[in-house]
């Protein structure tokens, strides 16, 4: 499966976003899909992630304000960013995920960018 992100940009502290992560070569259901992030000068660290199975994991800094689901029929799975935060500006990748490891290239990501 290729993914790619999409829907960054520029929000203020306690703003909302929705990210958007797009399939082609194989189904989202088939697949597990996180998205993770970078912030400069950090590592890449782990949102969200859900599994084939429908369950989901999220990172504690993130838990409550974000979500992560599924759009089968458009074969997509977004990531709904409420009540952002400065903290909350990075670089957004989604991959697939394989067992609970990221699994091939990380693509480009889509930058979230968010105001004090």
């Known amino acids: 499966v290729q993914l790619q992100a999409s829907g960054g940009g520029l929000v203020q502290a306690g703003g909302s976003l929705r990210l958007a992560c797009a399939a082609s070569?194989?189904?989202?259901?088939?697949?597990?899909v996180g998205w993770y992030r970078q912030a400069p000068g950090k590592q890449r660290e782990l949102v969200a992630r859900?599994?084939?199975?429908?369950?989901?994991e999220y990172a504690g800094s993130v838990k409550g304000r974000f979500t992560i689901s599924r759009d089968n029929a458009k074969n997509t799975v977004y990531l709904q960013m409420n009540t952002l935060k400065p903290e909350d500006t990075a670089v957004y990748y989604c991959i697939k995920i394989v067992g609970s490891w990221p699994f091939g290239s990380w693509g480009q990501g889509t930058l979230v960018t968010v105001s004090s």
């Open positions: 070569g194989s189904s989202v259901s088939l697949n597990g």
């Open positions: 859900t599994y084939s199975n429908g369950n989901t």
